[in-house]
């Protein structure tokens, strides 16, 4: 009789559970059993594990082997437990000294012929071992430098089984040759556990501005710009209409690169969402840059909002956390699509029930909705090139529902550009570098002020906290305050052209918003020129 155990960890959304993997050999005729609630692909690993272990020169013990994972009630799906359920069977059987396996995390799914292959939400999993005071984890050696983002761990990165068993067992490790998804280096990454960090981790350079989509190469379009710029400030949803070829998809491109770099816990957030969804990079194991997301109009639901079948998966919402979620052709999306999104621009996150279990993803993001003025896009020209029937157009435009809308900060028109603005020198705005400057400055005001509460950027402030706390100038709301009692703002409108007000004010330098202030934000909230310059003022 032999008995054995090592951990691995099962995710949950974005969140892991650490899972005991206990292995029992007992006397009788042979038979492998798996239990502690395990999916279809989970109990393939059987077949998989048997194969690995024979083709990497171990022996099957030929008597009645039960693995049990535990705790038993949480759901457990993937191939990432391969490695641990071969392990702890060899340590059941004596080939490895069960000792030795008893406070390392493994996580890794386990090809035939015994390599090591990369798996989902390594980044989630190594810091869930972390949490759970775990210092040593195994991964397969393409996603070390992944794990080897969490401080504190003891990180071994390995290519085959056959690796794996030499280390634990104090044999000389053999050479493997490199898989392709893997480092050149034969041993890079290999570590006795306990010797400290991984070796060959890949390093993570600083991302520079991408020139092929500079801001400058936007023609014309000052209320555009500014208002682009004030949603990268604030995080405010931005709203652009207009006909085709007027800039709307080109200003949601550059939108990313003048955000602000992500902080280091933004970093892990995001990097955990993108690895849980099987996108991080090659060779960039840490996304430290704003996201940047663009469904198709032909999206589904659980397309945006995350969910499928068995196990929920990420959308397109939490794969653009902390970044930007471009919808592009707006109207063309299924209404029930859409409106699914209200929760998550309220909340900043979204929760999926499913018969398995809750799963709770991040989504907080900036959202930027482009669409027509009618079907064909002529309309706003008010000339016999628009087509489309008064009927169509109020269908075209009904399919974006009130309440949705009335979570957008900012609606702009972006006009069509002119052959002058096109062919005139010299006309090139400014670029994305000093657009960013003057974010990052903002940002740093707005953070100042809101040192010691849990928000960062002025879209997060409640409006009770703006209207208790952080006070207008005197008489900077009338207009907007006679706005809402005619019925042009609602309520929540009301707190949301003050939180406009708020970041205007921090790019112009102003230690609080003014009576101009207020102005500007109420036309980027309407979308009614109000008599305003709409590039941001110098500081007075």
């Not at 386990?110 to 949490?131: I, K, N, Q």
């Not at 028109?413 to 657009?435: H, I, K, P």
Request: proline share 7%; aromatic share 4%; net charge neutral.
């Amino acid at each position: 009789m032999g008995f054995a155990r090592t951990c691995s960890v099962a995710l949950v959304g974005v969140d892991g559970v650490v899972v005991e993997v206990q292995a029992d050999l007992e006397p009788g005729v042979a038979a492998f059993t798996l239990v502690g609630l395990p999916d279809k692909s989970l109990t393939e690993s059987k077949d998989r594990v048997r194969a690995a272990v024979v083709n990497s020169g171990g022996e099957w013990p030929q008597k009645k082997l039960t693995v049990g994972l535990s705790p038993a009630s949480v759901p457990k799906g993937g191939s990432g437990f391969d490695l641990a359920i071969a392990c702890a069977a060899l340590g059941a059987s004596e080939r490895i000294d069960p000792r030795v396996l008893s406070d390392i995390v493994m996580i890794g799914e386990l090809g035939l012929d015994g390599r090591v292959r990369p798996v989902r939400g390594v980044l989630p999993a190594v810091l869930a071992a972390a949490d759970a005071g775990y210092e040593q984890v195994v991964v397969p050696e393409c996603a070390a430098a992944e794990a080897s983002l969490v401080p504190g761990v003891s990180v071994l990165g390995v290519r085959s089984l056959r690796q794996l068993i030499a280390v634990l067992t104090d044999e000389p490790v053999p050479d493997e040759d490199p898989d392709e998804q893997g480092r050149t280096d034969p041993l890079a990454g290999l570590r006795m556990p306990g010797t400290g960090a991984a070796t060959g981790m890949h390093g993570v350079g600083a991302a520079q501005y991408d020139h092929g989509h500079d801001l400058s190469d936007v023609v014309g379009q000052l209320s555009a710009r500014t208002a682009v710029e004030v949603a990268a400030a604030g995080g405010h949803h931005l709203f652009l209409e207009g006909p085709p070829g007027a800039g709307k998809t080109m200003l949601a491109e550059r939108l990313p690169a003048i955000l602000p770099r992500l902080a280091r816990q933004e970093s892990l957030e995001v990097t955990a969402v993108h690895s849980v969804a099987g996108l991080l990079p090659p060779g960039k194991p840490l996304v430290d840059v704003a996201p940047y997301c663009a469904p198709h109009h032909s999206a589904t639901m659980q397309a945006l909002v995350g969910g499928g079948q068995g196990v929920a998966r990420p959308g397109a919402v939490s794969l653009a956390h902390r970044g930007v979620l471009f919808l592009d052709e707006t109207p063309e999306f299924s209404s029930h699509a859409l409106d699914a999104l209200r929760q998550p621009l309220e909340s900043g996150h979204v929760v999926i029930a499913r018969s398995a279990g809750v799963v709770r993803f991040p989504a907080r993001f900036l959202m930027v909705l482009a669409v027509n003025p009618c079907p064909c896009g002529r309309f706003s020209q008010r000339d016999t090139l628009c087509e489309c029937s008064p009927s169509a157009i109020r269908r075209y435009q009904a399919r974006l529902s009130g309440p949705l809308l009335d979570r957008v900060d900012l609606r702009v028109e972006v006009d069509r550009v002119t052959r002058s603005q096109l062919t005139e020198r010299g006309a090139r705005g400014e670029s994305t570098e000093t657009v960013a400057d003057r974010v990052r400055a903002a940002r740093e005001r707005a953070a100042a002020r809101l040192t010691d509460t849990p928000w960062r950027t002025n879209s997060e402030v409640p409006g009770r906290e703006l209207r208790s706390r952080w006070y207008a100038s005197p008489g900077a709301m009338d207009d907007a305050e006679r706005s809402l009692e005619r019925g042009v703002l609602t309520a929540r409108g009301l707190d949301r052209v003050l939180r406009v007000a708020w970041t205007v004010a921090d790019l112009a330098g102003r230690d609080r918003p003014g009576a101009a202030d207020v102005t500007l934000a109420l036309q980027l909230r309407t979308g009614v020129p109000r008599g305003v310059p709409m590039a941001i003022g110098a500081p007075s």
